[in-house]
């Protein structure tokens, strides 16, 4: 008989079994390394993504800052358009201050036609087609622009630029002049940025990839192939290459395999506003190490187990075959046979004992992992609706953590919605998450409220197969309860500090001086956004010693101690100097240390501001009061001293006519007549500084004027120095006394000959200007309205502040003794003052004075003045003057030149004998000649009782001091004769004359 067959068929299933169940345990492992792969990924991606966005934000913002910069702009132009060199000095100063603050290296300045300018580089070279296009970009619709990555010198490197258009303001409109170009290099910058890996790796990288025709181009060098930025160019027919899935727009994880033909993990992320496309990759062997460890371990376990099935497998086999072959072998041969099965059962058995002991050891091994982590697990099936909608899941295991973090005992084998209450109802977007990754296989992690059990979890979700999904988490209540009462607590505060007045703001900043908050109320104190501030704070300040107290105040606040409020001085985005007043208090940690420094800041610059001014017209007004006070004194005085040089001075004409020149005492009554005109001349200025000189004004144009002045004003300045002409291209009408505008002249031409030490330089120019309300607000002694300015400029050795405070006085001067009076300037300012002018001084030593003369313009007119009279003969014809002085050495010498001009002479010292005198005259009087200050009444009230008494009769008044006889600021009413004491003869027959023959 043959043997009994053996049972192969079950052994047979139980070996399958076994295999599947080491698959399905390894591609499980497989899923859960390559999710943690990807995850990772993920994560760093983000990090590379938000680290370049925001470099790039840095540099724009450089770009807008620079943009903004109305100082800098206005020095651009300059620089651009006519080459000024301070300009230049200028630009360079900021460019180097603004390239030491961020990671620049170079910065241009570049035309319109993109001629580079100014470089702080050396030698500064061109920009690369690439810039080029850009700059005509920003040009056109004046907003910064990047540029993309370029190569570009020798040897090539790459570079990024970043332009900021220079705009300029024409009414309107505004200009484009050019740009500042600030150039990064990529290595020093950028690279950086890309090449640092947060975990330790050998093969993981990222790169940047952008599209170039029909291939992908990397912007970065690999880590195993070195120069291939901006050279590596991959067709883009190479599928497999993750670099030429993220140009052609493939978005997320990506398996396949980079240059070296190697197998590789990638996620790819598109870089916002940028052709760029990041491929954040590690090699596969690397990514599934530890699962090849796990598959060694594995295969140790099932391999003898496996070995064992499969031997029974043959021996059943080769038992069943000799069976069928040797049914007619002899009892003995069967028999052997069986001790041979017997024997090979024998080795199965202990084969399958051993199998099972490891097998039962690694099962130990994870059920101790699986019950012991510290994370809450939890293996689901989803529940789907007919129509595909996440409807419920059960679980299918979870371990001790999980019982321990949500209190739900026994949930294995039940529905989600049976353990835990109104789950469909209070957590939709939760099953919502849970049911895509089912779906999809796309896992998911984040921070999610489970509203049933009232908690906050942190969750990671995968799929390690279809509908279904394993869920890692922690419970994280507590710290969302604190970080939603910390969240509740600064949005209070941002309330607080959000709604204080515009001209204060809370700020705070770390022991390094970096800032992290400051209120919104800062923009509207220093024009700044708050993100341009928190980049660019230490541009601010100024260079102002004061801001180093303000150091100092910061340095003793970070040690912990409380300081005093301080002012600082800032710049405004516009250039303006703001002056702040800072109050700051340390803020301490547990242990006492300083962590952080807070507070207050209010600007103080109006205030300021209104002080300087109160200052300034204070010191104006009593520089006025003191002039003012001079001129009082100055006309007191020139009545009695005029009347006393009039004897002089006539006396000794009236000697000097009858004398031949070689008369012994001929010299000496000359000497006595010049002494007498030089005093007479001395009195004069004073008058015309206290604005008592009287002045017959018409109008003239200015031009014609100084024109016909010109040859005498360059006799008064020899070989030497140049006297140049610059009249406006119009007529410049004003309304002056001709007289009064030579004075003038010959006052400034001498003080600037006599400034000028060798050869030099004079100039006159004239022109129209305009001031407005604006102007008189930061210059208190200009008027509004339309002026006429004149201008005289020397190149002499210049004033200093102190000169300049006195200029005016009367009797000062710089001059040596006995070369000038110190009247000459101010007579100008006397005579400015009465014709409603004002003067500006531009001085500095070493570099020449300018004066700017500002006469109040006239209408014009298309009128000329007519042509002066041929002079008649001055002597009398037969006409009867009455004199009235009550001085009666004056009174006999007016006498005295009247008999002699031939007049018939009426005189008395009492204004009231006059009217006594007249009537007993039995002829006509054709003139009454007065004096305006009479002891008993005055001249014009004289005059006006002569005039109603004898109609016809001409009054002709003198005076020392004509204060009497002035409407206003020493302009005489029409139809009034003067003539200012002291006198000549011949200047008391013209006036005599030209009064009779009206």
């Known amino acids: ?139 056109a619709d004046g907003l910064p622009r990047p540029v993309d990555l370029y190569r570009q010198g020798s040897p090539p490197t790459s570079h990024l630029d970043f332009i900021a258009p220079v705009l300029i303001s024409h009414g309107t409109r505004r200009r484009a002049v050019g740009a500042v170009v600030l150039q990064c290099e990529a290595a020093d910058s950028l690279y950086p940025l890309i090449r640092t890996w947060p975990t330790p790796s050998l093969t993981a990288e990222t790169l940047l990839v952008r599209r170039d025709g029909d291939a992908a181009l990397f912007l970065n060098d690999l880590r195993h192939r070195a120069d291939t930025a901006l050279q590596l160019r991959i067709p883009l027919t190479r599928l497999e290459i993750p670099g030429v899935q993220g140009v052609l727009g493939t978005i997320g994880c990506f398996e396949g395999r ?25 090699d596969a062997d690397e990514a599934f190490a530890p699962l090849r460890q796990e598959r060694y371990l594995l295969g140790g376990l099932y391999g003898p187990l496996v070995l064992g099935f499969i031997g029974v497998l043959y021996l059943g086999w080769q038992r069943q075959r000799s069976v069928w072959q040797q049914a007619l072998l002899e009892q003995t041969q069967a028999r052997q046979h069986a001790e041979a099965q017997c024997r090979a059962t024998a080795a199965l058995a202990a084969d399958q004992s051993r199998v099972k002991e490891e097998l039962a050891a690694s099962e130990a091994l994870y059920g101790s992992l699986f019950r012991n982590m510290l994370n809450g697990f939890a293996y689901c099936r989803m529940l789907f609706s007919p129509e595909g909608a996440p409807e419920d899941f059960v679980f299918v295991s979870v371990n001790e953590s999980f019982a321990r973090q949500t209190g ?17 109802k209070k957590d939709p977007a939760l099953l919502e998450i849970v049911g895509e990754v089912a779906k999809t296989g796309r896992p998911w992690a984040g921070e999610v409220p489970l509203q049933s059990l009232d908690m906050w979890l942190h969750l990671s979700v995968y799929c390690p197969r279809p509908d279904h999904f394993v869920a890692i988490f922690d419970v994280i209540t507590e710290r969302q309860q604190a970080e939603m009462a910390l969240t509740a607590s600064e949005e209070t ?18 022991p390094d001086g970096v800032l992290t908050y400051l209120s919104p109320s800062f923009t ?45 001085e800032v710049f405004h985005k516009n250039g303006d100097i703001r002056r702040i007043e800072v109050s700051e208090s340390p803020v301490f940690d547990g242990q006492g240390r300083v962590v952080a420094v807070e507070g207050f800041a209010r600007d103080m610059t109006a205030r300021h501001r209104l002080e300087a001014e109160k200052e300034k017209l204070q010191a104006h007004l009593q520089q006025a ?40 005492h001929y010299q000496g009554l000359q000497a006595i007549f010049q002494a007498a005109r030089r005093s007479a001349d001395l009195t004069r200025q004073l008058l ?44 410049c009408f004003v309304c002056l006394d001709p007289t009064q505008i030579e004075h003038v002249l010959v006052s400034l031409i001498t003080n600037a000959r006599d400034a000028i030490a060798g050869p030099g330089k004079i100039a006159l120019a004239t022109r129209p200007v305009r001031f407005d309300q604006a102007t008189r607000e930061n210059h208190e002694e200009f008027a509004s309205g339309d002026f006429v300015q004149l201008s005289v400029s020397d190149t002499g050795r210049g004033m200093d502040q102190a000169t300049q405070d006195r200029l005016f006085e009367p009797f000062f001067t710089t001059k040596g003794l006995g070369r000038a009076t110190g009247m000459g300037l101010a007579m100008v300012y006397g005579i400015m003052r009465q014709n409603r002018g004002f003067i500006k001084v531009v001085s500095d030593p070493g570099a020449g004075s300018t004066f700017h003369l500002y006469f109040p313009a006239a209408i014009a007119s298309a009128d000329r003045p007519a042509a002066a009279a041929p002079a008649a003969p001055l002597e009398s014809r037969g006409e009867t003057i009455l004199v009235v002085e009550d001085e009666p050495g004056l009174l006999a010498m007016i006498r005295g030149m009247l008999d002699q001009l031939g007049y018939q002479v009426l005189a008395t ?50 005076s020392g001091s004509s204060e009497e006889v002035i409407a206003q600021a020493g302009v005489l009413p029409s139809g009034v004769a003067f003539l200012q004491k002291p006198f000549t003869i011949h200047q008391l027959a013209q006036a005599l004359r030209t009064l009779l023959d009206r």
């Open 1 to 139: 008989m043959p043997p009994a067959g053996f049972p192969w068929k079950p052994a047979a299933v139980l070996c399958g079994l076994l295999m599947v169940a080491g698959l399905w345990y390894s591609r499980l492992q497989t899923d859960l390394r390559r999710h943690e792969a990807y995850a990772s990924l993920l994560a760093i991606a983000q990090l590379k993504k938000d680290q370049i966005m925001e470099w790039r934000r840095a540099r724009l913002s450089d770009a807008r800052l620079v943009q903004a910069n109305a100082w800098l702009a206005e020095r651009v132009a300059r620089l651009l358009e006519v080459d000024d060199p301070t300009a230049d000095a200028e630009i360079r100063a900021y460019l180097r201050h603004l390239q030491g603050a961020s990671p620049y290296a170079n910065s241009l300045v570049v035309d319109a036609a993109g001629t580079v300018r100014l470089s702080l580089a050396s030698p500064p070279g061109t920009i690369s087609p690439e810039t080029m296009s850009a700059l005509a970009l920003a040009l």
């Open 258 to 282: 980079d240059d070296r033909d190697v197998a590789v993990l990638s996620v790819l992320t598109p870089i916002p506003d940028t052709p760029w496309v990041m491929v954040t990759k590690i």
């Open 408 to 424: 739900l005992p026994d949930v294995v084998g039940k529905k989600a919605s049976e353990v835990m209450s109104n789950f469909r």
């Open 493 to 510: 505060f941002r309330q607080l500090v959000e709604g204080l007045r515009s001209e204060y703001f809370f700020f705070r900043h770390g």
């Open 524 to 568: 509207s104190v220093l024009g700044y956004s708050l993100e341009e501030a928190m980049v660019h704070y230490s541009t601010f300040f100024t260079p102002n010693p004061v801001n180093q107290a303000a150091e100092r105040f910061n340095r003793l606040s970070l040690q912990g101690i409380q300081q005093p409020a301080y002012e600082i």
């Open 625 to 664: 009061a003191k002039l003012e006070a001079i001129g009082r004194l100055a006309g007191g005085i020139a009545h009695d001293f005029n009347n006393m040089l009039g004897v002089i001075l006539g006396y000794a004409e009236l000697l000097l006519a009858p004398l031949d020149t070689k008369h012994p």
């Open 688 to 731: 015309g500084f206290a604005r008592k000189q009287p002045i017959s004004p018409r109008r003239l144009d200015l031009n014609e004027v100084v024109a016909e002045a010109l040859p005498r004003l360059r006799r008064l300045l020899g070989d030497q120095i140049e006297c140049a002409w610059v009249p406006w291209s119009d007529p």
């Open 909 to 958: 010292d009492q204004p009231g004998q006059a009217m006594t005198i007249a009537t007993a005259h039995r002829g006509p009087i054709q003139l009454l000649l007065t004096d305006v200050v009479l002891p008993e009444l005055n001249g014009r009230a004289l005059a006006a009782t002569f005039t109603a008494r004898f109609p016809g009769l001409k009054v002709l008044f003198m």
